[in-house]
């Protein structure tokens, strides 16, 4: 049965670093594109990164913060998160679509979804 399982959120203060892990089972994560989505309390999910044998590719919010990579060797894509700021509250998301080659930022596109990793930045 496929899976995508995230961890590595939690609380931490402006300015701070979490390193988010979404590790796959159940297929490997070579053939699909990842990407990486938040949902804040009242506000749509929205697309914070993704990866596919394109490349990568992230929203404005968090361009020159975040950093996407993948561990083929771990099924694991990682979320690298720089200079949190209260903004980037919220629960976060890994989902996983077969690559076609697109870098899509957009939920609807994406067929498998993890439970989610809160991430809370207060001081």
């Known amino acids: 049965q496929l899976q995508l399982v995230e961890s590595g959120g939690g609380l931490v203060q402006p300015g701070g670093s979490l390193r988010l892990s979404c590790a796959a089972s159940?297929?490997?994560?070579?053939?699909?594109?990842i990407g990486w989505f938040r949902q804040a309390p009242g506000k749509e999910r929205e697309g914070v990164s993704c990866?596919?044998?394109?490349?990568?590719r992230y929203a404005d919010s968090v361009k020159g913060r975040f950093t996407i990579s993948r561990d083929n060797a771990k099924n694991t894509v990682y979320l690298q998160m720089n200079n949190l700021k209260p903004m980037d509250t919220g629960v976060y998301y890994c989902?996983?679509?077969?690559?076609?080659?697109?870098?899509?930022?957009?939920?609807?596109?994406?067929?498998?979804w993890g439970q989610g990793t809160q991430v809370t930045v207060s001081s």
């Open positions: 989902a996983a679509v077969k690559d076609l080659g697109w870098l899509v930022l957009t939920a609807g596109q994406y067929d498998y």
């Open positions: 159940g297929f490997t994560l070579d053939y699909y594109a």
């Open positions: 990866i596919s044998s394109s490349g990568a």
